[in-house]
């Protein structure tokens, strides 16, 4: 699983959490995040603080590289759906079990969300939908 693409894309800024690390780019954003953590409420809000700092006032895009095992509280999903200028949600893993969690996260999200096993397909969709919302806003 590759976290570049073939353009290079550039990082806006980096952020070292507790629980792994975030990249900004510049409608989007990649969680790569440690072996073994626990996504809670309280460190979601810490990306979702690092997406207000970033994107206040535009559409972006969220990327999950699942390159490692963690637990998400899926009640997470509640307060995400609530943000109007998250536009595509993604998640990336070649593993079976993400696969599975993920059926069970969408019906938490109910938003645009997608599961991918390579991280250029992934970064395609998301660009994608945020094309596409920022034409219906132009219309």
């Known amino acids: 699983m590759r976290i570049a693409s073939n353009k290079k ?18 409608n989007y954003m990649v969680a790569t995040l440690e072996e ?9 809000y810490q990306i979702i603080g690092i997406s207000e700092i970033h ?3 535009k559409d972006f895009g969220y990327i999950s590289l699942r390159k490692n095992s963690y637990a998400v ?12 200028n998250l536009k595509a949600f993604a998640i990336v893993s070649k593993k079976e079990i993400d696969m599975h969690n ?3 996260e969408k019906l938490f999200y109910k938003k ?7 991280y250029d397909n992934a970064l395609a969709w998301v660009k994608k939908r945020l094309n596409r919302t920022k034409k219906t806003d132009t219309a």
């Open 9 to 26: 894309a550039i990082i806006v800024r980096e952020y070292q959490l507790d629980i792994g690390t975030v990249q900004v780019f510049d």
């Open 73 to 84: 509280d899926p009640t997470i999903y509640n307060y995400l759906r609530g943000m109007q």
């Open 36 to 44: 073994g953590a626990t996504m809670t409420l309280e460190r979601a």
């Open 102 to 104: 993920f059926k069970i």
């Open 55 to 57: 994107f206040r006032d």
């Open 112 to 118: 645009n969300m997608e599961f991918f096993i390579e």
